[in-house]
């Protein structure tokens, strides 16, 4: 005996919840990611003025570069709405598991952008860094170019931790790419303001050191985040502290014997469970119905990305191996 639950337009012949609390929430999460990356763009363009103006007032090279790049972040944040926006579309008839994983695409791209970004910036350093062993005068910038690149240290790291909360909330994982690209360019902005400083301190070859130091950090973020889209693409399992919480949460439950399988996969940013339970084999189909539908319940209900739930339910005299899977 089997009890599941899907989404209405999925299996309207469900006799239970047709809409899980994962489902509820998906307008929400939506809702919020557009508005952090409204707030990005918005951002990124002000910053992206201000440091061009800064860079071609203070004849800084590295300031305009810096306001390129932020402007160009406003292509990443409009990756995340497209991808957010497709992920949380309702499931159709072609697309009867939902849309969730097209976020993960979305992370693809932006761990893509954040690669080139942050090996654009390690090549510029060690081209800085040949110029200078070479003997080649390096430009000393103006004072505004520093107060700039402070400003867009504090920004971008608020800009950071801003989104990377949200990213949290929601389970996002697009959002969170977007979050470490904000983190890339308060490293770049960093690596800017050691070399403008060294610069005015006598000490120019302190920008392109830093600059590959920060390539290195950037790289790692972009790997990490290649690494968790991919895993949320290929029906990764969750991380056993979920599964050893939601073994706890069912073995509780009265009339729950023991658990004969737990299974668990990440769709995206959602969840598919599959259990097995053992319950008295005298029981009638209603009472061990009923056992099942409070263990759908009790996932759904503790483990708010849960999306889908299946729970089977085997007569206690059969061991694990003899139980029958369908």
């Not at 002000?46 to 007032?57: F, R, T, W």
């Not at 520093?146 to 989104?163: G, H, Q, R």
């Not at 483990?303 to 005299?317: L, S």
Request: proline share 2%; net charge negative.
């Amino acid at each position: 005996m089997e009890h599941t639950s899907q989404k209405k337009e999925n299996n309207k012949k469900l006799s239970t919840t047709d809409k899980t609390p994962a489902d509820q929430q998906e307008s929400g999460h939506s809702r919020i990611a557009m508005r952090v990356s409204g707030v990005s763009i918005a951002v990124n363009l002000l910053l992206s003025l201000l440091k061009l103006i800064a860079g071609i007032v203070a004849h800084s090279g590295a300031m305009i570069s810096d306001a390129i790049h932020s402007a160009s972040d406003v292509i990443s944040t409009v990756i995340v709405i497209i991808g957010v926006h497709v992920s949380g579309k309702k499931s159709d008839k072609e697309h009867q598991y939902g849309h969730e994983r097209l976020e993960c695409v979305s992370s693809i791209l932006l761990a893509g952008l954040l690669l080139v970004t942050g090996a654009g910036i390690g090549i510029n350093g060690v081209e800085k860094i040949i110029a200078g062993t070479s003997g080649e005068d390096l430009v000393v910038p103006g004072a505004l170019a520093l107060i700039a690149a402070v400003v867009s240290i504090i920004v971008k790291e608020w800009m950071f931790w801003y989104t990377r909360a949200a990213a949290k909330k929601i389970n996002s994982g697009a959002l969170m790419a977007d979050a470490w690209h904000h983190r890339s360019d308060s490293l770049s902005s960093i690596g800017s303001f050691a070399g403008i400083l060294g610069a005015r301190l006598g000490y120019p070859i302190l920008d392109p050191i830093a600059s590959v130091v920060i390539c290195l950090f950037i790289g790692k973020a972009a790997v990490d985040i290649f690494r968790d889209a991919i895993d949320k693409m290929v029906d990764h399992s969750c991380d056993e502290k979920t599964e050893k919480s939601m073994k706890e949460e069912i073995e509780v439950i009265p009339g729950v014997e023991r658990i004969d399988l737990l299974k668990t996969r990440l769709f995206g940013s959602r969840i598919y469970v599959d259990i097995e339970i053992a319950a008295d084999e005298d029981m009638s189909l209603k009472a061990a119905h009923a056992i099942a539908e409070r263990v759908h319940n009790t996932i759904e209900e503790k483990f708010r990305d849960v999306k889908h739930c299946m729970v089977h339910v085997n007569p206690a005299k059969l061991n694990e191996r003899q139980s029958v899977h369908f």
